[in-house]
């Protein structure tokens, strides 16, 4: 059997990083046009370097860890039951990584990556704050990276190789995800072109249930190593 599971901010809430859009999320604090577009960079970089660096700190809080819910991917993954198992992610924290996954795809970049906008290099495994006088630790100029994290507006990362996996794959799950981000609400449709099954994990319905053969309402963190147990 070929998997192609996709995640979003809902696997990672109960590890306590909040959400994007439920009550009290991300974007109920923020706007997104002063945070996470190319133009707000252009426009603050201080204040886009601020949310991220939030964001990145709190990865490094001793109760921010892998639930269940990403626990039980890993392990499925490592088990080797299905032929072949992709992990897309529309996270930007490491908690898949830090539960032991390994075909892992980030689609929406990464907090512990910075990217130079000068030289292209990125950088990983980048724990400090980030600044505006930051060195690209590649072409050592001052101030010209950036956050590693896919703007509304830019396209999202690893486009092709999840397109071909979805078109080939017998099982599509999406976990934890609201459906109102484009591309990734749309992977349900590619992988109901391609015969799958797709099974959706969520509190609620989301923007795209319809689409969906199943739904498996509850927190993943309960729902999803049922599930997998039983494939
Ligand atoms: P959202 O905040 O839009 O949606 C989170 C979803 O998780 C909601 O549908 C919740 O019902 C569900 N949820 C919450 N807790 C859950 C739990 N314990 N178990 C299962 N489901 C739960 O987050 P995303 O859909 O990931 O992009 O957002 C997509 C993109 O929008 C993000 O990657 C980010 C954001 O803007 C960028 O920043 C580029």
């Known amino acids: 059997m070929n998997i192609v599971v996709l995640t979003g901010a809902g696997i990672s809430k109960e ?8 009550e009290g ?13 190319p133009e707000a960079f252009v426009r603050n970089p201080a204040l886009v370097h ?6 990145r700190a709190q990865l490094f809080e001793s109760a921010v860890k892998p639930n269940a819910g990403h626990l039980a991917l890993a392990e499925f993954e490592k088990d080797g039951k299905a032929n072949s198992f992709l992990l ?6 490491n908690l898949h990584e830090q539960a032991g996954s390994k075909n892992l795809l980030h689609m929406h970049g990464d907090l512990l990556s910075v990217r130079c906008t000068s030289c292209g290099h990125k950088q990983a495994d980048w724990k400090e704050q980030h600044t505006t006088e930051t060195i690209c630790t590649a072409c050592s100029v001052k101030g010209t990276t950036r956050p ?6 830019e396209m999202p990362y690893f486009m092709d190789e999840i397109y071909k996996a979805l078109m080939n794959c017998d099982l599509f799950m999406a976990i934890g995800t609201s459906g109102h981000v484009y591309p ?24 795209v249930s319809h689409a969906f053969d ?15 147990k039983n494939i």
């Open 214 to 228: 199943e739904h498996l309402l509850g927190s993943a963190s309960e729902t999803l190593p049922k599930f997998l």
């Open 184 to 207: 990734a609400a749309g992977f349900v449709e590619l992988a109901n072109a391609a015969g799958a099954r797709t099974v959706e994990f969520n509190l609620d319905h989301s923007a």
């Open 88 to 93: 897309v992610t529309q996270n930007v924290d």
């Open 15 to 22: 590890s306590g990083l909040n959400t994007f859009r439920d």
């Open 50 to 55: 601020d949310f991220y660096n939030q964001r």
């Open 148 to 153: 590693d994290i896919v703007w509304f507006g």
């Open 25 to 37: 999320g991300l974007w109920a604090g923020h706007k997104v046009e002063d945070v996470a577009t």
